[in-house]
């Protein structure tokens, strides 16, 4: 399966609904947004840039910002 920016953004909207801080969540998706705008400058894939700033964040949801990005890698 392969994970679309639109999967990433829905699974975030997900865990806002678990998570009592959720500011986190806004910084990812302003940070895919972002991506995909500097992608389509470039002409890259703007689909996979701002999948993958959705999800860059991503371990938060675990223990929050300690550990994030080896709990994200998991």
């Known amino acids: 399966m392969k994970l ?3 999967d990433a953004l829905n699974m975030l909207e997900e865990i806002r ?3 009592e801080n959720d500011h986190w969540i ?3 998706i302003c940070v895919g947004n ?3 705008k500097i992608a389509e ?3 890259l894939d703007v689909d996979f ?3 993958l700033g959705y999800i ?3 371990g938060k949801k675990i223990n929050g910002p300690k550990n994030h990005s080896v709990n ?3």
Do not use: C, F, Q, R
């Open 4 to 6: 679309t920016s639109n």
């Open 17 to 19: 609904k678990e998570v």
């Open 26 to 28: 806004d910084h990812s």
């Open 34 to 36: 972002s991506a995909g």
């Open 41 to 43: 400058s470039l002409k």
């Open 49 to 51: 840039a701002k999948t």
């Open 56 to 58: 860059h964040d991503i």
């Open 72 to 74: 994200g890698y998991y």
